[in-house]
C-alpha cells in the first residue's frame, strides 16, 4: 500500500508540475503577444501626432516646436509645399506636365486652371519647357511660407526658387505667389470648387503669380 501511495503521490506530482508546465508554456507567448501590441498601439499612437513635410526634396519629420506653431499650420505648408511642386516641377513631356497638373488642380479652385491656362495658350510656358528639354525642381523651404492666420481664409505668400535644368546649364528663378487657403470643412458641400477631390482638408482660392525672375545662371559643376 505505501509503494502504491508513493507511485500515486508521485503520478500526482506530475500531473501538477505538467499542468504547471503548460499553463507558463501558454502564458509566455500570450504576453509576449500582448507586449508587442501594446507597443505597436503606442507606436501607432505617436505616429498620429507625428506631422510630415516636404523639404530639400525630400519627406522628413518636422518637430512641432521647431518647425510650426501647431499641426495646423504644418498641415497647410504641406499642402501649399505639395501643390507648388506638382504646379511648377517639370519634365520635358507633356504627359507628366497634364498629370501633375490634373493633380494640382485637385487643390484649389478655378484660379488654378486660368493660370494654367494663361500659361499654356498666351505664353506657351509648357510648349516651350518641352521644346527646350528643360527639367524643373522646386524648392521651397518652410520658413518662405507667409500665413496670416488673423483671417479667413487664411492668406499666403510663397517665396518658391526654380531650378530650371537643361544639361549643364542651370537658370534659377525666383518665384513668389500668394493667395488664400481655406478649410474645406468650414464651407458646405455645394459652395466648394471641387467636390469630388481626394485633397479635401484644404483649398487654395484666389492664386497668383506675383513675381517670376531669373536670378542666376550656372554651370552643374558650381552647384
Known amino acids: 500500500m505505501r509503494i502504491l501511495n508513493n507511485i500515486s503521490a508521485k503520478e500526482m506530482f506530475s500531473m501538477v508540475a505538467m499542468v504547471i508546465a503548460g499553463a507558463i508554456c501558454l502564458i509566455v507567448p500570450l504576453s509576449a503577444i500582448y507586449m508587442n501590441n501594446k507597443a505597436i498601439n503606442e507606436s501607432m499612437a ?3 501626432k507625428e506631422v510630415y513635410m516636404y523639404e530639400n526634396n525630400a519627406i522628413k519629420k518636422a518637430k512641432l ?3 510650426f506653431r501647431d499641426p495646423e499650420e504644418g498641415s497647410i505648408k504641406g499642402h501649399l509645399i505639395l ?6 516641377s517639370s519634365e520635358p513631356y507633356m504627359e507628366y506636365i497634364r498629370k501633375n497638373y490634373n493633380q494640382a488642380k485637385e487643390m484649389g479652385d478655378s484660379t488654378i486652371q486660368t493660370l494654367y491656362t494663361f500659361l499654356e495658350r498666351q505664353e506657351h510656358y509648357f510648349e516651350k519647357n518641352v521644346a527646350g528639354g528643360y527639367s524643373i525642381l522646386v524648392e521651397i523651404d518652410k520658413d518662405d511660407i507667409e500665413i496670416d492666420f488673423t483671417t479667413k481664409p487664411y492668406e499666403f505668400r510663397v517665396t518658391a ?5 537643361r544639361n549643364q546649364d542651370i537658370m534659377i528663378k525666383k518665384l513668389v505667389t500668394t493667395g488664400k487657403v481655406r478649410n474645406n470643412l468650414d464651407f458646405e458641400e455645394k459652395q466648394r470648387d471641387k467636390k469630388d477631390s481626394y485633397y479635401t482638408a484644404w483649398q487654395i482660392v484666389d492664386y497668383e503669380v506675383l513675381e517670376m525672375a531669373v536670378i542666376k545662371n550656372l554651370k552643374q ?3
Not at 83 to 88: E, G, V
Not at 161 to 165: G, H, S
Request: charge should be negative.
Open 221 to 223: 559643376n558650381d552647384l
Open 46 to 48: 505617436e505616429q498620429k
Open 83 to 88: 501643390f507648388h511642386n506638382l504646379f511648377w
Open 65 to 67: 516646436v521647431e518647425h
Open 161 to 165: 526658387q526654380l531650378k530650371v535644368i
